[in-house]
C-alpha cells in the first residue's frame, strides 16, 4: 500500500477539488507515549457546498474510518467536525482528520454521507437531535438519543432559543456546589 504523507494528501484536497472547496487547512504533528512516536492531524475546513465532494476524495486514498461529527454552536452557525483516520493498522502510519464545515443557522442543511459511510447515521442522527441539522436523504428516523415525546424543535446542544431553557421549581431543591 502507498503511504501518502499528511502534506500530500492536503494537497491532493486542494488540487482535485474546486478552488474553493477547502477555506483552511493545517498539519499538527504530535507525540505520544514513552518512545515519543509521532503521529499527524490533519485540519481540513470544507465549503458545505463541497463536502460530500471532499468526503468522496477522502474515500479514495483509503476508506476513512468515522470516528464521531462533533457539532459546536458559534452562536450564529453551527460548526461540524467529521472526525476520520486513515491508514489504520499501519504501524505508526495512522493519520488523523478533521474535516470542518460551518452552517449559518438560517440554513442548517448538509447532505448525508451515509451513502459512502453507513456506520454515519448514528452520529448523523445526534447532530439532527442535538443540534437541528437538517441531514439531507437520512431517513426520518424517531429520536434515539432523546425521549421520544421530547418537544419539536428544541434542540439540548444549542445554546440560543431554540436550546433548552433550565427552570429550577424549587430553588431549595438545587444542591450548591462549594
Known amino acids: 500500500m502507498e503511504y501518502l504523507k499528511p502534506d500530500e494528501i492536503v494537497e ?3 488540487k482535485k477539488l474546486d478552488e474553493s472547496a477547502i ?5 499538527e504533528t504530535k507525540t505520544a507515549g514513552v518512545k515519543k512516536n509521532s503521529y ?5 475546513q470544507v465549503n458545505p457546498i463541497s463536502f460530500k ?18 457539532g ?11 472526525h476520520f483516520s486513515i491508514y489504520y493498522g499501519g504501524r505508526f502510519k495512522e493519520i488523523s482528520i478533521n474535516l470542518a464545515t460551518y452552517l449559518p443557522k438560517e440554513d442548517l442543511k448538509i447532505p448525508t454521507i451515509t451513502d459512502l459511510i453507513p456506520g454515519a447515521q448514528t452520529t448523523e442522527r445526534e447532530l439532527k437531535e442535538m443540534f437541528g441539522v437538517t441531514i439531507e436523504g437520512l431517513p426520518d428516523l424517531p429520536n ?3 425521549p421520544q415525546d421530547f418537544p419539536k424543535g428544541v434542540y439540548p446542544l444549542r445554546k440560543d432559543e431554540k436550546g433548552v431553557e433550565i ?5 431549595d431543591e438545587v444542591k450548591k456546589i462549594e
Request: hydrophobic share 50%; glycine share 0%.
Open 12 to 14: 491532493l484536497f486542494k
Open 23 to 27: 477555506i483552511d487547512s493545517r498539519v
Open 40 to 44: 499527524s492531524v490533519i485540519w481540513l
Open 53 to 70: 465532494d471532499a468526503i468522496k476524495l477522502l474515500c479514495t486514498i483509503q476508506f476513512p474510518h468515522l470516528a464521531i461529527i462533533s
Open 72 to 82: 459546536n454552536d458559534l452562536d450564529k452557525e453551527i460548526e461540524l467536525t467529521y
Open 144 to 146: 434515539i438519543f432523546l
Open 167 to 171: 427552570k429550577v421549581e424549587r430553588k
